[in-house]
């Protein structure tokens, strides 16, 4: 999964913790009388209000806004993006097997929103797990190959010692040198 991919994911559990904990938590009587809206009431049908009930709710869904606001921030981080996916599949599993158990209080409409709202949830959520792979750079084109330069004789190197001949002895010395021209002079040593 690429970085982008995973960010796209984790903003859009992000936006969903963050809509519903703060609507069921600071309006806690509206948030189950008329969840999630769009003329659809999922709640009332599975009970009596309870406040305290939906402001724990609300509280866990904040703090899953905050737990994946952090995995947006570092979401480099294989491991803490894997603790939000982790805690978000581990919710979506268990909140989806719940209301697939209670289908039969709900009209056809209900059911066909909650099922595919629940398993877009957990579908957002389970590629998480998953290890980031860093986007693809474009590869730059590839640079022609310099002309080529005709081959030039290479000068060896000078050597840093006096010039002597093969006997270690002074040129000009008088005996048999052959860095002056290439002849032999004979000469005595005075």
Not at 20 to 32: H, L, N, Q
Not at 73 to 98: E, Q
Not at 106 to 133: H, K, N
Request: proline share 10%.
């Amino acid at each position: 999964m690429t970085l982008v991919l995973r960010r796209v994911l984790l903003v859009m559990l992000f936006l969903v913790a963050i809509w519903i904990g703060v609507w069921a938590y600071f309006m806690p009587r509206s948030w189950y009388d008329t969840f999630p809206g769009f003329g659809i009431r999922l709640l009332v049908q599975l009970g009596p209000y309870n406040e305290h009930f939906v402001e724990d709710s609300g509280s866990m869904y904040l703090a899953l806004a905050v737990l994946t606001a952090v995995a947006i921030r570092l979401s480099s981080s294989d491991s803490i993006v894997r603790v939000a996916a982790a805690a978000w599949t581990t919710f979506n599993v268990f909140h989806l097997a719940y209301h697939l158990t209670m289908l039969d209080v709900y009209d056809t409409g209900e059911q066909t929103f909650l099922v595919i709202s629940l398993v877009v949830l957990l579908v957002v959520s389970a590629p998480l797990l998953l290890p980031a792979r860093p986007a693809r750079s474009p590869r730059p084109p590839e640079a022609p190959d310099p002309p080529e330069e005709p081959p030039t004789r290479r000068k060896p190197p000078e050597d840093p010692r006096p010039a002597t001949n093969t006997r270690n002895l002074p040129i000009g010395s008088g005996v048999g040198n052959l860095a002056s021209g290439g002849r032999f002079r004979y000469c005595r040593a005075g």
